[in-house]
């Protein structure tokens, strides 16, 4: 079997990841206060109050705490000359392989809170799908994007 690929995200990432399970964890709190006020104001069982707190406190551990540290060190990626190989997953680690003659266009995306940690997402579509390399310091993702680009055409003139 092959070795993982060998590049790894910024710890940055391990942070944005944080942010991204607060706000998420921040909408499940609300709903679960929503659970909590009905289940007070219809006299439902208390045991739905406890379990809507337990489901938060969860999700604060998990997805604030554990999993993106996790997230961080799965995630793997590189790029070859003909192909790029892609590591990702929580539960299940998934390896993909894209060929650069498959390579269609290359994007790099930033929501506000990447910019303001200076990251940005790299899209590299193909005809089937498009896959994702997350989290990459901006000039090395603007950077990536056109040696995988500069590859990909490299790679359709030799067919």
């Given at each position: 079997?092959?070795?993982?690929p060998?590049n ?7 942070t944005v990841?944080?942010?991204y399970?607060?706000f998420?964890t921040?909408?499940l709190a609300?709903?679960?206060a929503g ?6 104001k ?16 969860l ?5 604030i705490?554990?999993f993106p ?6 995630w793997?990626?590189e ?18 392989l894209?060929?650069m003659?498959?390579v269609?266009?290359?994007d790099t995306?930033?929501?506000p809170?990447l910019?303001?940690?200076n ?10 799908t ?12 603007d ?17």
């Amino acid at each position: 079997m092959r070795a993982q690929p060998q590049n790894q995200l910024p710890k940055k990432a391990v942070t944005v990841w944080r942010l991204y399970g607060f706000f998420q964890t921040m909408i499940l709190a609300l709903l679960a206060a929503g659970a909590v006020f009905l289940t007070i104001k219809f006299n439902w069982p208390v045991w739905i109050q406890w379990l809507m707190i337990a489901i938060v406190v969860l999700s604060i551990i998990c997805s604030i705490i554990i999993f993106p540290n996790i997230r961080w060190k799965i995630w793997r990626y590189e790029v070859r000359e003909q192909e790029i190989e892609i590591q990702s997953g929580l539960f299940i680690v998934t390896r993909t392989l894209i060929p650069m003659v498959r390579v269609q266009h290359v994007d790099t995306e930033q929501g506000p809170i990447l910019k303001k940690y200076n990251l940005a997402n790299i899209s590299i579509s193909s005809a089937a799908t498009v896959h994702t390399i997350p989290m990459l310091e901006l000039e090395y993702a603007d950077m990536l994007r056109m040696k995988i680009s500069e590859l990909a055409r490299v790679a359709d003139d030799d067919v």
